[in-house]
């Protein structure tokens, strides 16, 4: 037996509750993994509230990442005992994730634990940071040094943004820190924020071309600051694009693309092939201080986990949220 939180649908209601399941529920798997820690996604707030079509079969067992050691095995790439990570793959959303005692996926989902990292250490960062890691990855890929100014992070007070932040500061970046909650200006600058902007400022509509302020950004939010900030970004700059809160449209132009050469560059951590994969787990661990893991996280137990997903989904959850399990 373990215990998994379990959605299931009543009257086109999504419904969380703790259950108690025979290891016979485990769906299909090369491995199955005693999970230690999970952690709580925007993705996952949307489907645990149902306020996303994100889960379209029930029962779910909801969770896009986890950590932990094997139980057993049938691929030769992992053993009995190996520390493995997983994150995206569609689990938590048409597989059973990582909110439960024991998850059960094909080996090809897995990654092993990097050195230096145990499963607490590595659901902190989580698919947030994997993601915030590809996005800076894409920014130098487009050739955004720091010597060519600075950065924009919005939703930067979230679990992708305020990985971002550290990171980006860790590799010498100028960071500008865009967040709705001024209470978290402190704390944003502690984690690597030169400074901090309210998020209104970039609310108001967007010209198709304003003053060029950003070297390139990191957008988790879309829509309205997205089109804000193309338009904002400097000559050649680029904008690595990684989430919706904010919507999924972009009022925008093509004049920031045509006129002056910026980049949009679309980052996507679920279906990210292997080897990139790995070398951003590698790359993240290696930047990360360990000041980060003490800063940016707040660890909770299953059964807290329905009312912190409605609170994640209105913006009022900083940093990271463990799951230990």
Known sequence: MFK?????????????????????????????????????????????????????QFPMVPGIDYAGKVLSSRDDR?????????????????????????????????????????SR?????????????????????????????EILVTGASGGVGSVAVTLLDQLGYQVVAASGRPQNS?????????????RAELLEPARPLEKQLWAGCIDTVGSK??????????????????????GF?????????????????GVDSVMCPFERRTQAWNRVTELL???????????VELKAVPELAEAITVGQVTGRTLIKL
């Not at 999504?14 to 952690?39: F, M």
């Not at 600051?225 to 904010?246: F, P």
């Open 289 to 299: 201080p360990e000041s980060f893991y003490t800063e940016a996280a707040t660890e």
């Open 4 to 56: 998994a939180l379990v959605l299931n649908q009543q009257d086109t209601k999504t419904v969380a509750s703790v259950e108690q399941l025979d290891d016979t529920s485990l769906p299909a798997g090369d491995v199955v993994v005693g999970v230690e820690y999970s952690s709580l996604n925007y993705k996952d707030g949307l489907a645990i509230t149902g306020k996303g079509k994100i889960i379209r």
């Open 78 to 118: 992992y053993q009995t005992g190996d520390s493995v990570i997983l994150t995206g793959w569609g689990v938590g959303e048409n597989h059973w994730g990582g909110m439960a005692e024991k998850a059960s996926v094909p080996a090809d989902y897995l990654v092993s634990m990097p050195a230096g990292l145990d």
């Open 121 to 149: 250490k590595a659901m902190i960062i989580g698919t947030a940071g994997l993601t915030a890691m590809l996005c800076v990855m894409a920014l130098e890929d487009a050739g955004i040094t720091p010597e060519k100014g």
């Open 249 to 265: 449209d972009l009022p925008t132009t093509v004049m920031p693309f045509i006129l002056r050469g910026v980049k949009l560059l």
């Open 186 to 198: 402190d704390w944003l600058k502690s984690i690597g924020a030169d400074r901090v902007i309210d």
């Open 225 to 246: 600051i997205l089109a804000k900030v193309l338009a904002q970004v400097d000559y050649e700059g680029a904008v690595a694009a990684c989430g919706l809160a904010g």
